[in-house]
């Protein structure tokens, strides 16, 4: 749990560091809504809100590295191993892409993801948990889906949906924080009166409110886009190897080999389980929904 609430806050203070320095950035270009500085703004906003999302990216390996623990199979030392090397080994090769680093990290939880900033510069890990719950097959499954997830560019198409997200969050925050600021004082921002120490209080706590309030709407969007590239990860591990391989591997995380310790805040859109938050903030769909897909294909 620790490990995991050290990358979530350090995904946090990426963004909160971006934020000051773009916030720096604006004040020494002098970029204000007066005078047709909306293109001014956006384009702002796009840099600071894609700096964060491609830092997250560019990091995810080691991140997910230090995170978990994850030790990387180089040579492997015992059947166990041997195994996994050669089935990601193999998936790969069948789905046309560079062999991926493969690795493995203790954990009770049956999980596996896989992250990287391009298709040839990947990792998939998995969990021993992963491993001593589930059949050879039935991880041969859960391989395919990472490795699917790598050969869509689930990872590159995630992030970039995340700075497209920030930029708008950050330009409407900003717009409605400043204009109730003005209708709060009652002028208009384009008569050039700067900020008093009142409005520059006011405006960063209500344009701190109004970030929550649009993050929650981006998430969903985000989660919604996350749910849709689950589906086409299952379809792509069925035609990897089977479908009915594919249906084993969530049939058994439907029979209850889900973490049901003390993590529950997984890296959403990385990792393989669903989450216990509402429908609308679920990184995955609910895994009858998942089975049924399949097995209409």
């Given at each position: 749990?620790?490990?995991?609430?050290?990358?979530?806050?350090?995904?946090?203070?990426?963004?909160?560091?971006?934020?000051?320095?773009?916030?720096?950035?604006?004040?020494?270009?002098?970029?204000?809504?007066?005078?047709?500085?909306y293109?001014?703004?956006?384009?702002?906003?796009?840099?600071?809100?894609?700096?964060?999302?491609?830092?997250?990216?560019?990091?995810?390996?080691?991140?997910?590295?230090?995170?978990?623990?994850?030790?990387?199979?180089?040579?492997?030392?015992?059947?166990?191993e041997?195994?996994?090397?050669?089935?990601?080994?193999?998936?790969?090769?069948?789905?046309?892409?560079?062999?991926?680093e493969?690795?493995?990290?203790?954990?009770?939880?049956?999980?596996?993801?896989a992250?990287?900033?391009?298709?040839?510069?990947?990792?998939?890990?998995?969990?021993t948990?992963?491993?001593?719950?589930?059949?050879?097959?039935?991880?041969?499954?859960?391989?395919?889906?990472?490795?699917?997830?790598?050969?869509?560019?689930?990872?590159?198409?995630m992030?970039l949906?995340?700075?497209?997200?920030?930029?708008?969050?950050?330009?409407?925050?900003?717009?409605?924080?400043?204009?109730?600021?003005?209708?709060?004082?009652?002028?208009?921002?384009?008569?050039?009166?700067?900020?008093?120490?009142?409005?520059?209080?006011?405006?960063?706590?209500?344009?701190?409110?109004?970030?929550?309030?649009?993050g929650?709407?981006?998430?969903?969007?985000?989660?919604w886009?996350?749910?849709?590239?689950?589906?086409?990860?299952?379809?792509?591990?069925?035609?990897?190897s089977?479908?009915?391989?594919?249906?084993?591997?969530?049939?058994?995380?439907?029979?209850?080999?889900?973490?049901k310790?003390?993590?529950?805040?997984?890296?959403?859109?990385?990792?393989?389980?669903?989450?216990?938050?509402?429908s609308?903030?679920a990184?995955?769909?609910?895994?009858?929904?998942?089975?049924?897909?399949?097995?209409?294909?």
């Open positions: 749990m620790l490990r995991v609430l050290l990358f979530l806050l350090m995904q946090v203070a990426v963004l909160v560091v971006v934020s000051i320095v773009g916030s720096i950035l604006m004040s020494l270009f002098g970029i204000r809504l007066g005078g047709g500085s293109t001014g703004l956006l384009v702002m906003c796009a840099i600071y809100g894609f700096v964060g999302s491609f830092i997250s990216l560019f990091m995810s390996k080691t991140m997910c590295k230090s995170a978990y623990g994850v030790q990387t199979i180089t040579v492997p030392q015992n059947y166990q041997q195994f996994i090397y050669d089935t990601v080994a193999s998936l790969a090769s069948k789905a046309g892409l560079k062999m991926p493969v690795g493995i990290y203790n954990s009770a939880d049956p999980n596996a993801f992250t990287g900033y391009s298709k040839d510069n990947a990792l998939v890990a998995v969990s948990g992963l491993l001593n719950a589930m059949s050879e097959d039935e991880v041969r499954g859960v391989i395919g889906h990472e490795i699917s997830h790598i050969k869509n560019g689930d990872m590159v198409t992030s949906l995340q700075g497209v997200l920030n930029t708008f969050v950050y330009f409407f925050s900003y717009i409605i924080s400043q204009l109730i600021v003005n209708v709060m004082n009652n002028r208009d921002d384009e008569e050039g009166e700067g900020m008093g120490m009142g409005d520059f209080m006011l405006f960063h706590l209500v344009n701190t409110i109004m970030q929550i309030l649009f929650m709407l981006a998430t969903m969007i985000l989660m886009f996350s749910r849709y590239r689950e589906y086409r990860a299952d379809a792509g591990s069925a035609f990897l089977s479908k009915e391989t594919m249906i084993h591997s969530l049939e058994a995380l439907k029979r209850g080999i889900q973490p310790g003390e993590s529950k805040a997984y890296m959403q859109a990385l990792c393989i389980n669903s989450s216990d938050l509402a609308l903030f990184s995955h769909p609910p895994l009858e929904k998942r089975i049924a897909a399949l097995r209409a294909l």
